[in-house]
Nanobody, 115 residues
Framework: QVQLVESGGGLVQPGGSRRLSCAAS????????MFWYRQAPGKEREFVAY????????NYADSVKGRFIISRDNVKNTVYLQMNSLKPEDTAVYYC????????WGQGTQVTVSS
């Protein structure tokens, strides 16, 4: 079955860290660039981070640059998002997405940053 499954969300205090995972199955993961997006309540889904198929190039939204790190393990078929120095405005549902013409999204994982 072709799918992406996110995990690792939860409640985090401001200034804290969290690592999200996105496990891929049913396709050749190492052939695809991958994205992380997020959607806060009442807002549009927005780009967070991007990584090429080999992991050699990464891009970030300005709002997370210097705090978040995207990485991948092509043996484990998993893409990660390490989130540091979390702020309340990072509260959102986080989604991973496969790049390419046949878009594939995961179901999302909720991250809440609150004291």
């Amino acid at each position: 079955q072709v799918q992406l499954v996110e995990s690792g969300g939860g409640l985090v205090q401001p200034g804290g860290s969290r690592r999200l995972s996105c496990a891929a199955s049913g396709f050749t993961f190492s052939s695809y660039a991958m994205f992380w997006y997020r959607q806060a309540p009442g807002k549009e889904r927005e780009f967070v981070a991007y990584i090429t198929s080999t992991g050699g190039n990464r891009n970030y939204a300005d709002s997370v640059k210097g705090r978040f790190i995207i990485s991948r393990d092509n043996v484990k078929n998993t893409v990660y998002l390490q989130m540091n120095s979390l702020k309340p405005e990072d509260t959102a549902v986080y989604y991973c997405k496969r790049a390419g013409l046949n878009t594939l999204w995961g179901q999302g994982t909720q991250v809440t940053v609150s004291s």
